[in-house]
């Protein structure tokens, strides 16, 4: 199999809520409301987020360009979120 012209990268788009477990503020969304949410996050807008489900297997691909001596693996984070809940993911990075 050819390799792409131009294409030396893995890229990988991931969800906010893969990389990190937003469970806790989501059900806040949907107990108490939007305002309620909001608040939650910047009350806690330095407290880093715990890690989600794909949050070991990033940080793994990501360190292949450590062990490469070379940027192969390039991450995307995409995301939905309100701006509170993304200054709170990008604390968290």
Known sequence: MQQAK???????AISSRA?????????VYEEEGLAAYQQYQI???DQPLEAGDAFS???KLLHLN???DKSRVEVILLSR?????????FNSI
């Not at 131009?6 to 990988?12: E, F, M, Q, R, T």
């Not at 990389?19 to 059900?27: A, D, V």
């Not at 979120?81 to 993911?89: E, F, H, I, P, Q």
């Open 66 to 68: 450590v062990l490469l």
């Open 81 to 89: 979120n309100s701006a509170d809940t993304g200054l709170r993911v």
């Open 19 to 27: 990389l990190f477990n937003l469970q806790e503020s989501h059900s």
């Open 57 to 59: 297997l990033v940080k």
């Open 43 to 45: 009350d806690r807008e």
């Open 6 to 12: 131009g294409v030396d990268k893995l890229v990988i």
